[in-house]
């Protein structure tokens, strides 16, 4: 009924347009036939008659086609409408007027009942269509929900060159993130640009309609990607999926390289850090993303009292681990490190305050020592518990896990003892009670793997630290269930990390640089050389907790200079010595992992009669098969695509090098 109003509306223009035409045309025929008969019949009068009707003819005429055109911009703006109110809206409820190019600036039509008008929302986003439509800056809506009726004005105002440009910046962020949004409708705003004159925003505000996308990480990150594609620089996104708002700002820009601030983050200097607790001791490892030093606090009271780190090679895990020390040596907290690969942190050899286990025995040596510490601490709170108040913090650092754990195998089978290695056990006894004996262990590894936390120790190591990128399975492994996408995306450089230094949300930093303590020169040495003044001052008297003269090792006295510098002063081996490499490859030493644990970089033994592993060139999901995944590997013959289900087990080299 309202369709059949709407077109008998429009006929009806149209015929009043036609009227006119015919009407028009007829006085210009009586004029020409008043101006014939004047002339012919010397009839005078009929001149200034023809003269007359001509006039007016033309007028109706002109008339008619401005009545035609005024009809049809109606109709366009009126389909418009129908395409926001719906195909039941009835068009000829609209009055149109003060038209400009085309389009009417001033519109009073009704809409259906049905339509939800109290929602502020629906009432925001008819206006902004109306807006778009008409060119105009603003609109002047008055509502009247009882008939239901709106009048809208559109208004222009006078804006700068500037302004007009920026609002052209908004209109190309709405579209380009409007898609991601589907079918719903996407409001953008931008409250404040970086600088006075700048067309780069400094948050965008997003409001849009009702859609359950804005729970999903994966989405969150597609939005975050691109926003950095089509407007450049990297941005973070946050969403309230409960209120359909969000909002987008630039990510601040991390430094590539960041030396370690020296002691100055332990002498009370700095008056935008916290001052030195005995109590709550912070050992700093790196910047966030703006610029301020965060760290591991530990004591007794801390709720982080172990730490994870997971780094590939030339990660930069081993600087963090450097930070960890300084910062420990400079607040007088001994540390005892295990370094399965013997050449991470035996630098510290002789450093005050270190203790350094590199050979298999001292390793063994070293975990039984911890653990036989936290028993005696946990014996003498018991018989006192006010003792545990005094008990001062030890820092146990066991970098290369799996490393070790290969190291302490072979060690249990040559001393011919039976059973699981009793190190195995002091390890998690260590990670799941050490904490109110004031035992900080710090594990490090470079993958994420299940078998790390198969018996749920993940959750006693609160304080994670992620360097360059990891796999989806490997964020979900790290972090927690359904945090698949932490890290993904970030920027292959070293000492780049994602971190919790609070215990909670991970947070993108820049991990300080700590050059080798042998090696060091010009300012890293100078740093390297004030922490172990400081040292020596806080270990001048001090007594260690335990039997310490397995790890008593001086520092080699090695003149940097004297080092080599290039390939040529390495021996890379003969042709002998290759010979023997490749004829050892089947006594590599592997793990079963499953199919899913896998992550590009790692080398595999994809068959059972493979003596060669192959590297693992990229892991992605099966999407022919959900319960599997694909793997890309790097043969001799190039590169194979090999589809395995995500359970099967798969022989994987714990020491690359050696392959």
């Known amino acids: 009924m309202q369709q059949s109003a709407s077109n008998k ?78 195909a039941d809206w009835d068009s000829s409820k609209l009055k149109a007027r003060k038209y400009k190019d085309g389009v009417p600036l001033d519109v009073d039509f009704e809409y259906q009942k049905r339509q939800p008008d109290h929602d502020p929302e629906w009432r925001r986003q008819l206006t902004e269509a109306v807006r778009r439509r008409m060119h105009v800056d603003e609109i002047k809506a008055t509502w009247k929900a009882r008939k239901p009726r709106v009048r809208m004005v559109g208004l222009m105002t006078i804006i700068s060159e500037i302004d007009k440009a920026r609002q052209v910046a908004i209109d190309r962020i709405r579209l380009v993130l409007q898609p991601l949004f589907r079918n719903v409708e996407l409001a953008v705003d931008v409250p404040s640009w970086q600088s006075e004159d700048s067309l780069h925003p400094n948050r965008i505000e997003l409001a849009y309609g009702v859609t359950t996308v804005d729970g999903s990480d994966l989405w969150v990150r597609r939005v975050e990607a691109t926003a950095g594609l089509k407007l450049g620089g990297r941005w973070r996104a946050q969403f309230d999926p409960t209120k359909d708002r969000g909002f987008l700002e630039p990510r601040p820009v991390l430094p590539t390289n960041l030396p370690h601030p020296g002691v100055k983050l332990y002498d009370g200097s700095d008056p935008s850090l916290p001052k030195p607790s005995p109590k709550a001791p912070c050992l700093y490892y790196g910047h966030d993303e703006n610029g301020k030093p965060r760290g591991w606090v530990i004591g007794k009271k801390s709720t982080m009292p172990h730490m994870l780190i997971i780094g590939p090679t030339g990660g930069g895990k081993t600087t963090v681990l450097r930070s960890l020390i300084l910062g420990a040596v400079a607040q007088g907290i001994p540390v005892f490190a295990a370094d399965p690969k013997m050449i991470e942190l035996t630098p510290f050899y002789g450093f005050p305050g270190c203790y350094i286990a590199s050979t298999p025995d001292e390793i063994a040596t070293m975990i039984e020592a911890m653990e036989a510490l936290m028993m005696e601490r946990y014996r003498a709170i018991k018989a006192n518990p006010h003792i545990a108040d005094t008990l001062s913090p030890v820092l146990f650092i066991l970098d290369e896990l799996l490393i070790a754990r290969q190291v302490l195998k072979r060690l249990h089978a040559q ?210 098969d959900e319960d599997a995944v694909r793997l890309t590997v790097r043969t001799a013959s190039g590169e194979e695509y090999r589809s395995l289900g995500r359970d099967h087990y798969v022989s994987r080299v714990l020491f690359p090098d050696a392959a």
Do not use: H
């Not at 025929?29 to 010397?42: D, E, S, T």
């Not at 001149?47 to 035609?68: D, E, Q, Y």
């Open 415 to 624: 001393r011919k003892l039976r059973g699981t290695p009793r190190w195995f056990e002091d390890i998690q006894a260590l990670a799941a009670l050490a904490r109110s004996a004031q035992i900080n262990v710090v594990i490090g590894v470079q993958r994420p793997d299940a078998s790390l936390f198969d018996d749920g120790s993940r959750d006693n190591f609160r304080q994670r630290l992620a360097l360059m990128r990891v796999s989806p399975q490997g964020s979900e492994m790290l972090w927690g269930p359904g945090q698949r996408f932490v890290g993904v995306d970030l920027p292959m450089v070293q000492g780049r990390a994602m971190a919790s230094p609070d215990g909670d949300t991970p947070i993108e930093m820049q991990t300080f640089w700590v050059a080798d303590p042998i090696t060091a020169s010009g300012q890293d040495r100078e740093t390297i050389e004030a922490f172990r003044e400081l040292g020596q001052r806080n270990f001048a008297d001090y007594k260690p907790p335990v039997d310490v003269s397995p790890f008593l090792n001086d520092m080699p006295d090695i003149d940097p200079a004297s080092l080599p510098t290039g390939g040529d002063d390495i021996d890379l081996g003969t042709a002998d010595d290759i010979q023997d490499a490749q004829s050892s490859l089947a006594n590599l030493d592997t793990q079963d992992v499953k199919a899913e644990q896998i992550a590009a970089g790692d080398q595999i033994m994809l068959d059972e009669d493979e003596t060669e592993p192959v590297e693992v060139v990229d892991v992605e999901e099966d999407e022919f």
């Open 9 to 86: 509306q429009s006929t009806d223009k149209r015929s009043a347009s036609d009227m006119l035409r015919i009407t028009g045309v007829v006085l210009l025929v009586v004029a020409l036939v008043l101006g014939g008969a004047a002339y012919q019949f010397a009839f005078t009068a009929g001149i200034p008659l023809a003269i007359c009707f001509g006039i007016v003819g033309v007028a109706v005429v002109v008339l008619s086609v401005f009545v035609a055109r005024r009809a049809e911009q109606r109709e366009r703006f009126a389909a418009f409408l129908a395409s926001e109110l719906g």
